[in-house]
């Protein structure tokens, strides 16, 4: 069949035999996930519910978190998973995991959302600063049977407290560092390097590589 | 170039969260394409940043699955970046980064055979189920009279395999749904989560090129199993395969392996479908 005859060899993360012949464990890497998007970039609806049914969850709970407004989350959602549909071909597994690539377009969206609305009515630094209570636990509160919950819990635990509360306010509040560090009193530098250094550590802990 | 200010270098974290103003982003992105090494920690940090993402999940509404797959319909989707695909293929040999001809050649296939599952999709869940039922069972039985003039063993195999498809077929959440092979066939995916057991059947698929087979795959968030080898002839016929320990499987997939099989897959799968329940 002459389809079968333009298969192509191994997809890039993709473990292949030589794993096998070396007898090293194959990685159980996000291959998945790239493969799926490999087969969406050239117009797979069935590779795209398969992308939908991993990433739809995210995509929306990092929206909601984000936006608080869970109509505006739906809305946003689904410009992101629309998104992704278009734009699959130009992901690129050599810079990095299909769902990282996913998640940033999400995150991205999500915040360029909340800028917009900030635009049109300037938050109330007041508002603001009651939203800058909200502890971390929140973000593992729903999805408790979660493996990546449990861990970001754990290891959000072992931050110090400016470098949580200023990865919470900026990540999961999508505030700027400006702002993060006028509600937390801090120099902008210091929020600034918390931020870093604070994600280093996640890194680290969560033993995210590349 | 590569003099790196450290004050701009130190932007890594406060990018990856979208934490820059607006004037800051394009300005970080712009030292971002010369400094490699904050490309690096940008590509770390952003991975790191994916795991905080993915803990935020929550289950979206029905209508937003509705909703995505309307809107597609009517979103033309962008070529690769073919220039940035053969450097980065150049970089890395052999990773299969060609994804910019297969593109073109795989959208004659697919779109037509997408429209064909829609309205396959169409029908109720229960003709199908039913369609798909009979043809699980006919190769059951199939199978059956062919074993019975074989061995007494083979006999109270294929019994226990009937026993075992029937109780599938009558569990209360069993699901149907039937996924088109690019190159021509389905595949038939029956499956109980209660019973963690699939059935899956192939038809009308075209015999494996020599030396070759079909291989299943079970796909779970993060890892790839084999769901086996297809037997030779299995490849169009009625006779399910059973497939045990489901588990958080999320989809199933087909590719074309050497015939003794693959640890992990090695080329693109000619199916992916999600399971059915």
Redesign the interface.
């Known amino acids: 069949m002459s389809e079968r005859g333009g298969l192509r060899s191994v997809p890039p993360n993709g473990p292949g035999s030589s794993a096998a012949d070396t007898g090293m464990e194959p990685q159980p890497s996000v291959a998945d996930l790239g493969w799926s998007l490999r087969r969406v970039a050239v117009g797979d609806k069935q590779a795209f519910d398969v992308v939908y049914r991993e990433m739809a969850g995210p995509v929306y709970g990092l929206a909601r978190r984000v936006l608080r407004d869970p109509a505006q989350a739906e809305e946003v959602a689904q410009e992101v998973l629309v998104e992704i549909w278009r734009t699959a071909s130009r992901f690129d597994a050599a810079k990095g995991s299909a769902r990282a690539w996913m998640l940033t377009i999400a995150h991205r969206r999500a915040v360029d959302r909340v800028r917009s609305e900030q635009a049109a009515h300037a938050r109330e630094a007041k508002a603001a600063a009651t939203s800058a209570q909200v502890p971390f636990d929140e973000v593992a509160e729903c999805v408790e049977d979660r493996l990546d919950a449990q861990r970001v819990r754990h290891c959000m635990g072992a931050l110090t407290e400016l470098q949580r509360e200023s990865i919470t306010l900026a990540y999961y509040g999508g505030y700027t560092y400006p702002e993060v560090a006028a509600l937390l009193s801090a120099p902008l530098g210091t929020v600034k390097t918390r931020l870093r250094d604070g994600l280093t550590r996640l890194r680290d802990c969560l033993g995210v590589g590349r | 170039m590569t003099t790196m200010d450290p004050q701009v270098h130190?932007?890594?974290?406060?990018y990856?969260?979208?934490?820059?103003?607006?004037g800051e982003r394009e300005e970080f992105e712009q030292h971002l394409a010369q400094c490699p090494a904050c490309a690096q920690e940008v590509?770390?940090?952003?991975?790191?940043?994916?795991?905080?993402?993915?803990?935020?999940?929550?289950?979206?509404?029905q209508?937003?699955?509705d909703?995505?797959?309307t809107?597609?319909e009517t979103?033309?989707?962008?070529?690769?970046?073919v220039i940035?695909?053969q450097t980065?293929a150049s970089?890395?040999s052999?990773?299969?980064?060609?994804?910019g001809n297969?593109?073109n050649?795989?959208?004659d296939?697919?779109?037509p055979i997408?429209r064909g599952?829609?309205r396959r999709r169409r029908f109720t869940r229960a003709a199908v189920a039913g369609w798909a039922a009979a043809a699980v069972l006919a190769g059951v039985v199939g199978g059956l009279v062919v074993h019975t003039a074989a061995q007494d063993r083979q006999i109270s195999q294929s019994d226990a395999r009937t026993a075992q498809l029937s109780a599938l077929l009558s569990a209360p959440d069993v699901r149907t749904d039937v996924?088109k092979v690019?190159?021509?066939g389905y595949v038939t995916v029956i499956d109980s989560r209660q019973l963690d057991r699939a059935a899956i059947t192939l038809t009308g698929l075209?015999d494996?090129?020599a030396g070759?087979a079909y291989q299943l795959w079970m796909?779970a968030?993060?890892?790839?199993r084999s769901g086996g080898v297809v037997p030779a002839g299995a490849e169009n016929s009625t006779t399910p395969i059973l497939a045990d320990g489901l588990g958080k499987t999320?989809?199933v997939?087909v590719t074309?392996e050497?015939a003794h099989g693959?640890?992990?897959?090695?080329?693109?799968?000619?199916?992916?479908?999600?399971m059915p329940g």
């Open positions: 130190a932007l890594t974290g406060a990856v969260c979208d934490a820059l103003e607006p590509a770390e940090l952003r991975e790191t940043a994916a795991v905080l993402g993915a803990a935020a999940v929550e289950n979206p509404p209508r937003l699955h909703a995505v797959f809107r597609i979103v033309r989707q962008l070529p690769p970046d940035r695909h980065a970089e890395q052999g990773s299969g980064a060609n994804g297969d593109g050649d795989g959208n296939n697919v779109v997408e599952r829609e996924g690019t190159g021509g075209a494996p090129p070759k796909i968030p993060g890892t790839i999320v989809s997939a074309v050497p693959s640890v992990q897959p090695t080329s693109a799968p000619i199916l992916l479908m999600p």
